[in-house]
């Protein structure tokens, strides 16, 4: 597997996949931390689809013009032999994305929904962790958060699993991805976190020791943007 990434636009490599394929050319355009691009990058890594990544810079906001809704993150698809360049925004939308050009949404329609299912509670709880980190009192958020929301939030995931994974065959998909997105978020801000979830502790630390997954998780100069006080 090849990782390097596009630290700027001045340099450009294949952040996950095989460096061989070049039709057509992904680029993802975020800022060099962990927060709505994580997804994205696990479901591009696990399906083997390469990405480059334009980590931009904070004082950069040069994409806004271009963007389609003057945000991040997007991705740029370019195509040999096709002159347009597409533009896909919307973070979830580009995971879906890649999930189902990758084969790995689902393969039946109910697949593609749980998978949906997934990528949809866990992003409420995303929701929820920035919410609390953009609290005028993070730390008594956080803390509220941790003890009485997240336990809840947590038990109820453990319910869906079927076997090892959240499917009865145990194949990886994006739903799984998602969980394991949100979870590597929880983790990082209370290690201890899925102490009371045994099920989803043993899925996230084996997910953790995929290279597909340490891929993503240890890219260099990379941070964690949620924090806990």
């Known amino acids: 597997m090849c990782i390097r990434d596009r630290v700027s636009t001045q340099s450009t490599g294949f952040l996950f996949g095989n460096p061989e394929m070049t039709t057509p050319e992904y680029t ?17 890594s696990w399906a083997g ?12 906001y040069s994409w806004k013009p271009w963007t389609p809704f003057g945000e991040l993150p997007v991705i740029t698809i370019k195509t040999p032999g096709v002159e347009k360049v597409e533009v896909l925004s919307q973070s979830l939308a580009i995971a879906r994305y890649f999930a189902k050009i990758g084969g790995i949404f689902g393969d039946n329609a109910f697949e593609e929904a ?6 949809q509670a866990w992003d409420d709880v995303f929701v929820l962790v920035a919410k609390a980190h953009y609290s005028d009192n993070r730390k008594a958020t956080m803390d509220s958060f941790f003890s009485e929301t997240c336990p809840k939030k947590l038990k109820q995931f453990e319910n869906l699993f079927r076997g090892e994974t959240f499917f009865v065959d145990g194949k990886i998909r994006v739903g799984d991805l998602a969980v394991f997105s949100g979870l590597d978020v929880l983790v990082a801000l209370q290690p201890n976190v899925l102490d009371e979830t045994p099920k989803l502790k043993a899925f996230f630390e084996k997910l953790a020791a995929e290279p597909r997954i340490k891929a993503v998780r240890e890219l260099q100069g990379v941070d964690n943007y949620f924090l806990r006080q």
């Open 28 to 44: 993802l355009y975020y800022w060099p931390i962990k927060a709505r691009n994580s997804l994205i990058q696990y479901t591009a």
């Open 49 to 60: 689809i390469p990405l480059n990544w334009d980590r931009t810079a904070d004082e950069d």
């Open 114 to 119: 749980r998978s949906d299912e997934l990528i």
